[in-house]
């Protein structure tokens, strides 16, 4: 049973460009959650979807920042016109329902905005 | 607003004794804690967990403590081995709310 699977694993960007990364949650994992961790910093909180839904997007920036969990295919976070502020992890976390339960980590995607 | 702290950024312990991390918390509603390491340039990997309805979860070497009146949990590691070095984030939930909100964790060193 594979894990949670990220790509691109490293990725960077010119100020201006669009990124685009993506996370397959684990089988039977219909929830998905993403997190940035900026440097020396904890992980945050950025948006939570189920299938086609999103539940929680609390922690998303107003602005260039939008995600998707479609009913086939892997959850998208894109970032447009992308500034060096943006440059951080981010990870995406799954699980197989609401409540208490651990969430599963991929091996993220570093973003680098030069 | 922080509401999740780990105080002690960095922590080193001999290999074979106790590693003791720490964590405060400051939401009330918070009602699941986990902890979960993290080596570099990998994804945290979920350690333990425990639910406010204990006060304690044990699970081999790692063991988690929640004192809800100080809003504190510990993890314990014992015997430590070098291979625990990592980071060290504690997590919590709750309040009708799924997402998992960080410390900025501990690093942990074990000496050999």
């Known amino acids: 049973n594979a894990g949670v699977m990220q790509n691109p694993r490293h990725l960077v960007r010119r100020r201006g460009q669009e990124a685009r990364l993506r996370c397959s949650p684990m089988k039977g994992h219909s929830h998905v959650y993403w997190y940035r961790q900026l440097p020396e910093e904890g992980l945050k909180f950025m948006v939570y979807l189920q299938k086609e839904n999103i539940i929680d997007e609390s922690g998303m920036p107003k602005e260039r920042f939008s995600a998707e969990f479609p009913k086939e295919g892997p959850s998208i976070l894109r970032i447009q016109q992308v500034v060096r502020g943006d440059s951080a992890a981010y990870f995406c976390a799954s699980s197989p329902r609401q409540g208490r339960t651990e969430a599963f980590f991929g091996q993220g995607t570093r973003l680098t905005v030069v | 607003d922080q509401q999740v702290k780990q105080n002690s950024p960095s922590l080193s312990v001999q290999e074979g004794r106790i590693s003791i991390l720490n964590c405060d918390y400051t939401n009330s509603m918070f009602d699941y804690f986990l902890w979960y390491k993290k080596y570099p340039a990998e994804g945290p990997t979920f350690l333990i967990s425990?639910?406010?309805?204990?006060d304690k979860n044990e699970d081999g070497r790692f063991t988690v403590f929640l004192n809800k009146s100080a809003k504190h949990l510990s993890l314990h590691i014992v015997p430590s081995q070098p291979g625990d070095s990592a980071v060290y984030f504690c997590a919590a939930s709750g309040g009708g709310n799924e997402k998992l909100t960080f410390g900025t964790g501990t690093r942990l060193t074990i000496i050999p």
């Open positions: 425990i639910s406010s309805i204990k």
